[in-house]
């Protein structure tokens, strides 16, 4: 069944997928650009419509391109980017990691960014920066890079339902075949089929394992457990340092949770009483089960559930400390 759903300026199609009582939004039914839709690209802002790539590019060939997911959120003091420069110098890491030619400043493409939203009447939008390699088949660096800005309305990716999890048959990329840490467009290959499996087998998303078998992250988000008013999260090595996650560890610090970063065994997920995931895509979103062993703590009770009301007052710039400090 289909249901339409209007979010901002767009009208988006939901396809409804009634799976053990969970509504699942299709996002590949969302649409990303309209004939109105301006980018920036190549140093103009442009129709996207009127965009014009090359086929031999080799960031379509080999998936060699970095790039990065942005929030804006509307709050009572306009239009605010959340963590421009903290995106903006990881897209610079990125590129630098895989020897991308990079020659922005994290000043301009901010800007850039408040036009590109300015220009499509966007308030709560997100924005896709993204740096691809000119026409090259060999196995080398280039040369030349380019520049694309689009944004769009996405509402939060996973939707706001507890998750229902799958740990996937497929392992997160090993540290030692890639650069993890940076955000590379190849790499969601790895992302794509642990996605879709979860998804094929009737789950709202996966759970990847690093290539030791510990708990790493999600498809396209961090990994936080509960356990004893304790929070976990796995350490760096093997996960995309999500903006989200350390924005997560300031406010547990801030709000006086205890958090531990460590290697996480499936069985001490199994065993954590509340589980969440955090991007800036899917916001923060509660775990219901995984692998169908539910977390008994109630949502509502959790740490999670705190620092998802948190989160959202940072986000849109209200004032979160009023919050009781948690001991
Ligand atoms: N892990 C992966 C694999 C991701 O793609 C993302 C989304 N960028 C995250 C974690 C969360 O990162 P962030 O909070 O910076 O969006």
Known sequence: MEVECSFSNLKLKYDRLQKGGFFIANIQSIMYYNEDTIVYYKGQFIKAVEARGNVYDQSLHYGYAVFEGIRSYHTEKGVQIFKAKEHFDRLRFSAEAVSIPYHWSTEELTAISYEVLQRNNLKDGYLRPLVSCA?????????????LIAAWAWPALLGEKLLKLKTSSYRRISPASFKVEAKVSGHYVNSILASQEARDLGYDEALLLDINGYAAEGPGSNLFIEKDRVLYTPQLGSILPGITRATIIELAHE????????????????????????????????????????????WKESLGATLQKVYKNLVLQKEYRTIEKIA
């Not at 026409?135 to 520049?147: A, R």
């Not at 499936?266 to 169908?292: H, M, R």
Request: hydrophobic share 35%; charged share 20%.
């Open 135 to 147: 026409p090259n088949m060999s196995l080398t660096k280039p040369k030349q890079s380019e520049l």
């Open 255 to 298: 709000l006086g949770i205890e958090i531990i970063e460590k290697q996480l065994t499936l069985q001490e997920v199994y065993n954590a009483n509340s589980a969440f995931y955090c991007g800036t895509a899917a916001e923060v979103v509660g775990i219901g089960s995984l692998d169908d062993k539910a977390f008994p703590k109630p």
